[in-house]
Each structure stands twice: as structure tokens, then as C-alpha cells.
């Protein structure tokens, strides 16, 4: 019988080398850095964005107080200084005026409030503070307040207050960086705000009118001088 001839075992088995894999390993270590990098990207971006959205309503919470306060203010002297009873005062770094609180930010009825930008480390704030309106016009009357003022803004580079008025034609006059007649209040106030490196938003520039005629009468003045003048009639009987 025929004996058949055996044929050659190939011990060499099919499968990935050591190069493959390394290769493969890579690609994969390549793919998983670039979706890592787009995820880091997004979070970074959507962080960024609410932080932006965030300094927005912040700015705008900020203008609103400012212009409702401002926009309402009342023709009340509540200060007295050399004779003149100061209904409005301001220059470029602080204005202080009667008007009333809304009631959610403390007692209703007309506070003295003064707005003012202070010096801080790193830069500038506003700052906002408010005193209930009492029968005193003495010039220190607020300075011995134990109340804290409240930071508006912060991350402030420089800002500015400015004031209008109706020149002898009763037209709009030019902005003024100073007012002197404290015993009427201006026809508008500005705002400017320039804000910081670190700041995320801008500040618009606010121009308020006031509600009030400037020219209106003060109540509160004319009692205080008819007061005044009844005290010196009884002193001359």
C-alpha cells in the first residue's frame, strides 16, 4: 500500500504584531486626546459664557437701581450749609439727593442716598449708601452712621458722574463736572463707567432725567424758613 506523504505543519499563526499594536495604540491615545481637548474646549466656553451672561445681568440689576433712584429724586434739602439748604449735591466722584427707598431694599418713604466711586485695592468700586431722612440739616448728621455701604460695582478703571442743566434760552445746556446750585436739582445726571481688564462686560453710559421740574418748589425748605422766620418775630416781641 502507498504510503501518502505528510505535508509541512506551518507553526506560524495569523494575529497583530508588536509594531500594529503600538501603532493602533497611538491613533487611540491621539483620538481620546482630541475629544478630551473639544470636551475641556466646550466646558471652558460654557463656563465663560454663563460668567458673561452673569456680568450682564449684574450690569443691568446695577443701571436700573441707579436710574430708578436717581430718575425719582425729590426736592428736599437734606443738609443745610452756610444758610443754603442743599437739595442736590455732586461732582465727578459722588452725587447726594432725597429719594425715596424702594421697599424691598429697606424702609419706604424718602432716604438721603449717595452714590459715590471709591478708591479699593486693585481699582475702583461704586458704592451705594442711604440714610431714613430725618428733621436734621446738619452737615455731619450722616458721618456717625454705623451703616455699611453697599458695593454696586466692582472692577471699576475710572468713572464719572456729570450734570445738565437749561441755559438762559431754557434750552438743554452743556455737561457739567461740577454743580453748584445745590438748592435746585439738575435737569440730568451721566454716568460714565470705564471698567477694568478683569471685567467681562462694559458699562453704557447713563444719561437719567430726572421725573421732577427742576425748578420745583421745596416744601421742606419753605417750612424750615417759615419756622425760621417765626422764631425771629417772637424774638424781636
Known amino acids: 500500500m502507498k504510503k501518502l506523504a505528510s505535508k509541512p505543519i506551518n507553526k506560524r499563526q495569523s494575529g497583530f504584531t508588536l509594531i500594529e499594536i503600538i501603532v493602533v495604540m497611538t491613533m487611540l491615545a491621539l483620538i481620546m486626546s482630541m ?15 454663563i460668567k458673561r451672561i452673569d456680568a450682564t445681568n449684574e450690569v443691568r440689576v446695577v443701571q436700573e437701581l441707579i436710574r430708578r433712584q436717581i430718575s425719582r429724586i425729590l426736592p428736599m434739602a437734606f443738609k443745610e450749609d452756610d444758610g443754603t439748604f442743599v437739595i442736590f ?3 465727578e466722584q459722588h452725587i447726594m ?24 485695592k486693585g481699582g475702583k468700586i461704586l458704592q451705594f449708601s442711604h440714610w431714613l431722612l430725618n428733621d436734621s440739616l446738619e452737615e455731619d448728621a450722616f458721618d456717625s452712621s454705623e451703616q455699611e455701604p453697599v458695593v454696586l460695582l466692582e472692577n ?23 454743580w453748584e446750585e445745590v438748592e435746585n436739582t439738575p435737569l440730568m445726571v451721566q454716568l460714565e463707567v470705564e471698567m477694568g481688564e478683569k471685567s467681562l462686560m462694559s458699562f453704557p453710559t447713563m444719561e437719567i432725567a430726572l421725573m421732577l421740574d427742576a425748578t ?12 425760621g422766620n417765626r422764631n425771629n418775630q417772637d424774638e424781636i416781641r
Do not use: C
Not at 471699576?156 to 445738565?164: C, I, L, N
Open 97 to 120: 439727593y432725597v429719594s425715596p427707598m424702594p421697599g424691598y431694599l429697606g424702609k419706604g418713604g424718602p432716604h438721603v442716598q449717595l452714590i459715590e466711586i471709591v478708591n479699593a
Open 89 to 91: 449735591e455732586g461732582d
Open 35 to 49: 475629544v478630551y481637548g473639544a470636551i475641556n474646549t466646550s466646558r471652558k466656553m460654557a463656563s465663560k459664557g
Open 156 to 178: 471699576v478703571e475710572d468713572a464719572y458722574f456729570s450734570f445738565m442743566k437749561l441755559d438762559e434760552e431754557g434750552e438743554p445746556g452743556d455737561w457739567e463736572s461740577e
Open 216 to 227: 420745583a418748589t421745596n416744601r421742606r425748605v419753605s417750612n424750615h424758613l417759615i419756622l
